[in-house]
């Protein structure tokens, strides 16, 4: 059963420390997603990559946040220095897009909770 | 980014049919609808999408407007296990871009 896997689950840490989220994908998709999730918020797009290369990190705070493909089976997504405001659970999707860059499903990890005291 | 609205709750009694509403009046022709739903402590699941036919698949039923304007998610026997945050989305044909919008989706309570 292919499934994304996040690492860590679970993340507390000081305001200023780095913070790096890392994502599996399922084997043989060729599309990720970094999704933030808040109870004000709701879930947000941060950053989408299609065969490692980044097509849109808009939603991303470009300051501090960071998102990589070092290669097909690890994405990643670092914070540097964390704030409180980033507490948040951050999920992470991988999908099978066509050459024309539609897919259909996306299929999301558990998500890393992250807290920043 | 096109947007949705739909009701924040929603309540369904267990084995019963469920119609989740979703109005999407800035659609354009080339959005596909979306639907996934997030269980407690869990990421989105796929439900199901489509863009102008009606859809059928294992977990629900997606009826869409002749205009496109709303959509209907049906669940056709309701379960415990399908109490969930239900988001519909929209999606753009685009290679790149943000494409999708999750918005605050129908929590649905299923009682027993």
């Known amino acids: 059963d292919a499934r994304v896997t996040q690492t860590p689950r679970h993340k507390v840490t000081e305001m200023g420390q780095e913070v790096t989220m890392r994502c599996q994908p399922i084997?043989?998709?060729?599309?990720v997603f970094w999704y933030r999730q808040t109870m004000m918020q709701g879930l947000e797009l941060l950053a989408y990559f299609r065969n490692r290369a980044p097509l849109d990190d808009s939603g991303m705070p470009k300051d501090r946040f960071s998102a990589e493909m070092p290669d097909a089976t690890l994405a990643t997504l670092k914070i540097q220095p964390s704030e409180p405001r980033d507490s948040a659970v951050y999920f992470c999707?991988?999908?099978?897009?066509?050459?024309?860059?539609?897919?259909?499903?996306?299929?999301f990890g558990p998500g890393t909770r992250l807290t920043v005291l | 980014d096109a947007k949705t609205t739909q009701p924040n709750s929603m309540e369904s009694n267990e084995e019963e049919p469920v119609h989740l509403p979703c109005n999407h009046s800035?659609?354009?022709?080339?959005?596909?609808i979306h639907w996934y739903r997030q269980l407690p402590s869990q990421g989105p699941e796929y439900v199901i999408h489509g863009l102008t036919s009606n859809v059928n698949n294992r977990m629900a039923s997606l009826a869409i407007a002749e205009d496109r304007k709303s959509s209907t998610l049906i669940l056709h026997r309701a379960t415990l296990r399908d109490a969930a945050v239900y988001y519909c989305?929209?999606?753009?044909?685009?290679?790149?871009?943000?494409?999708?919008?999750f918005g605050t989706g129908t929590s649905l309570t299923v009682i027993p």
């Open positions: 989305i929209l999606r753009s044909w685009r290679g790149t871009g943000n494409q999708f919008y």
């Open positions: 084997l043989g998709h060729n599309t």
């Open positions: 800035t659609i354009s022709g080339t959005d596909y």
């Open positions: 999707a991988s999908g099978l897009a066509k050459d024309s860059g539609s897919y259909n499903e996306q299929f």
